[in-house]
């Protein structure tokens, strides 16, 4: 399959304009997909903000439902204000936990934290590498994984081709979508999103569409 908008680049942000081109490319190559956005017209262009607090944001969102993620958020940056790095670290455990953090989050936000003020990760220069160089510098962070990485891309950075392969989200989805009797492993996921390249950020948001509108999630 040939794409006609090859200007947009793997590093390059998504736009109005080149999230429209992406779907009406996608659902040519793509039935199913073509089928949600007829059923359930565009997905919203979900996003989380650069930097710090975008991480944070997306490690609160581990393993929890997004209306709990959002509540802690919500109160943590009630608490720090402004919610920084240096001003994370200024609050003990117990003052965190108050909010609502578990003791394993604030653990990972600490990791986060001092290896920012500690200098040893500059994220605004991540921003501007590729991908590989970027997830090898967050993976050594403890507390951010593949997924946590694959959201920041996809959300944050707005990287087009980002694709979380074990979004439990995504997962289901496909397999509504496909009436399968058992999930796909992210590895299989993995295999059968490579149709969807350069785009996957986009079919995953189709994807997360269907899901939400299926009544079985919600990524508000």
């Known amino acids: ?22 779907i009406q490319e996608l659902t040519k190559c793509d039935e199913d997909l073509a089928y949600i956005i007829e059923t359930h017209g565009y997905p919203p262009n979900w996003e989380r903000e650069k930097g710090f607090i975008g991480l944070v944001r997306i490690i609160l969102g581990q393993q929890v439902s997004v209306a709990a993620a959002n509540s802690i958020y919500n109160r943590l940056q009630s608490l720090i204000i402004p919610l920084s790095p240096e001003n994370f670290l200024k609050f003990d455990d117990a003052q965190l936990q108050a ?3 578990s003791r394993q989050k604030i653990l990972y936000i600490r990791n986060l934290a001092n290896a920012i003020t500690n200098r040893e990760l500059n994220l605004d220069e991540l921003e501007r590498t590729d991908e590989a160089i970027l997830r090898q510098e967050l993976i050594k962070i403890k507390g951010i994984g593949e997924w946590t990485i694959d959201i920041y891309l996809m959300m944050s950075l707005q990287r087009p081709d980002a694709f979380p392969k074990g979004d439990l989200g995504v997962i289901i989805a496909y397999q509504k979508l496909k009436n399968l009797p058992t999930r796909t492993t992210p590895k299989e996921l993995e295999i059968i999103a490579e149709k ?16 939400l509108n299926q009544g079985v999630g919600n990524k508000s």
């Open 196 to 211: 969807w390249r350069p785009f996957r950020a986009i079919a995953t948001r189709i994807l997360w569409h269907y899901y």
């Open 99 to 101: 909010v609502g953090l």
């Open 1 to 22: 399959m040939e794409y006609k908008y090859d200007m947009l680049t793997p590093n390059q942000p998504l736009t109005e304009i080149a999230i429209a081109q992406a």
